[in-house]
């Protein structure tokens, strides 16, 4: 059990210290820095404070001696260890999101889905590090770059078919429900590939009849495994 977890009051004066004149605007909003560190302890390899810190804080971090600035650093680094023990309990995490106006009737999920690949990227190459359970791991990001807007790009740029409006709309709604148990399944395959444990079903489709991560409860192949989709 983690010792000293964020209480709802620390998380308040986190988005404040953030927010703080001593950043010079440079800092990251809670939620990115939610999802750069859910990616960061999910993955291959160790990613050192000194690494993910100055994304983090950006100008702000070289007035280390700063009372705002350590008191940020000491928050961050809790926050670091929530989520850690989090999902190695198989604790599926609540995203921080933000409004994208006040009416509060949509979130930020792109920004979230964008700095979560952001901090994957922090360990290295997550592709090349998985070796042959690259295509697997593909499976698995598939919904983060469908939120964050790569996917449809991608395939827009390739001349393939996209989703009709109402397709590409229930299906972002479905992943965003099961955004959660997106991030767990991440840090899972990563866990199981450090332990020798199977990571997928090692068939000649890498598991395209498994139900598909996004939560639809439909098979991979049949959801964001489409070829429509994925070429």
């Known amino acids: 059990m983690n010792p000293n977890?964020?209480?709802?009051?620390?998380?308040?004066?986190?988005?404040?210290?953030?927010?703080?004149?001593?950043?010079?605007?440079?800092?990251?909003?809670?939620d990115e820095i939610q999802a750069m560190l859910c990616a960061v302890v999910s993955g291959p390899v160790p990613v050192a404070p000194a690494v993910w810190l100055p994304e983090a804080l950006g100008k702000g971090l070289a007035d280390a001696n700063d009372p705002q600035v350590v008191a940020t650093i000491e928050l961050l680094m809790r926050l670091n260890n929530d989520l850690a023990a989090a999902l190695l309990e198989d604790e599926t995490i609540s995203p921080i999101l933000y409004p994208l106006d006040e009416s509060g009737e949509e979130y930020d999920y792109l920004a979230w889905a964008d700095t979560y690949i952001f901090g994957a990227g922090l360990a290295g190459d997550w592709f090349e590090l998985a070796g042959k359970h690259a295509d697997d791991l593909s499976e698995l990001l598939e919904p983060m770059f469908l939120l964050n807007g790569m996917l449809k790009e991608d395939v827009e740029k390739s001349g393939e078919r996209w989703f009709s409006p109402a397709e590409e709309a229930r299906l972002v709604a479905d992943i965003q429900e099961n955004l959660p148990v997106i991030v767990q399944t991440l840090y899972n395959f990563w866990r199981n590939?450090?332990?020798?444990?199977?990571?997928?079903?090692e068939e000649s489709k890498s598991g395209r009849n498994d139900p598909c991560p996004c939560g639809s409860g439909r098979k991979f192949k049949q959801c964001c495994g489409r070829p429509d989709k994925l070429n």
């Open 5 to 30: 977890p964020l209480t709802d009051s620390d998380l308040d004066r986190l988005e404040q210290l953030l927010e703080d004149d001593v950043f010079l605007g440079d800092a990251m909003r809670l």
């Open 193 to 201: 590939k450090r332990t020798g444990r199977t990571v997928r079903n």
